[in-house]
């Protein structure tokens, strides 16, 4: 798939990628129509913005486009959903599936038998031990590590760095080793 250009909020989109502005978001059908263009790609890191942009996509009847860097390695019966993300160095293991508008970023590993939902982030070094569930719109910060079978809930966040041996219940914050929940805003 090749690159036909970048629209931003402001439409003055990110210096040296190499990729053309060539507009607002609030012109995204039109952009897409004018270039002739098959498919956009959310390439959001903010899940919420990313969730809007999918949803605006989707409703002007944009279709979605993968992303999978040619130095990343998935596995042939991994599935990968539309507009999801897979960079450089991750690893997507057998039977895994990831979402629509997922990202698996830099260095992650998504282990067997994983299931990574609808618009998570899984942020640089991320390690997902096999049988994880990670549930819709959740946050799993740098170098953080699932240990096998847990479940992280919807829209839950987990800090960077934290070891999470135990399910995280929808909405809430963990951090340390093992993690634990605190207080958003505070510990």
Avoid: Q, W, Y
């Amino acid at each position: 798939m090749e690159v036909v250009g970048a629209v931003s909020t402001d439409g003055t989109g990110v210096a040296d990628l190499g990729v053309a502005i060539v507009g607002t978001d609030d012109r995204l059908a039109e952009i897409v129509e004018e270039l002739g263009a098959e498919a956009a790609f959310p390439a959001i890191g903010d899940n919420a913005a990313r969730r809007d942009a999918v949803a605006r996509c989707l409703a002007a009847g944009i279709s979605l486009a993968v992303a999978v860097s040619p130095h990343a390695v998935i596995s042939k019966s991994a599935t990968i959903g539309p507009g999801a993300a897979v960079l450089p160095g991750a690893i997507v293991n057998p039977a895994a599936s990831i979402g629509v508008a997922a990202i698996v970023n830099t260095g992650a590993s998504v282990d067997h038998d994983c299931h990574v939902g609808d618009l998570v982030h899984l942020a640089p070094g991320v390690v997902l031990a096999g049988n994880v569930r990670i549930g819709a719109g959740a946050l799993v910060g740098v170098r953080a590590c699932v240990l096998p079978g847990v479940t992280v809930g919807d829209g839950a966040v987990v800090g960077a760095g934290a070891v999470v041996v135990r399910d995280v219940e929808p909405g809430t914050t963990v951090v340390g080793v093992p993690a634990h929940p605190i207080e958003r805003g505070g510990r």
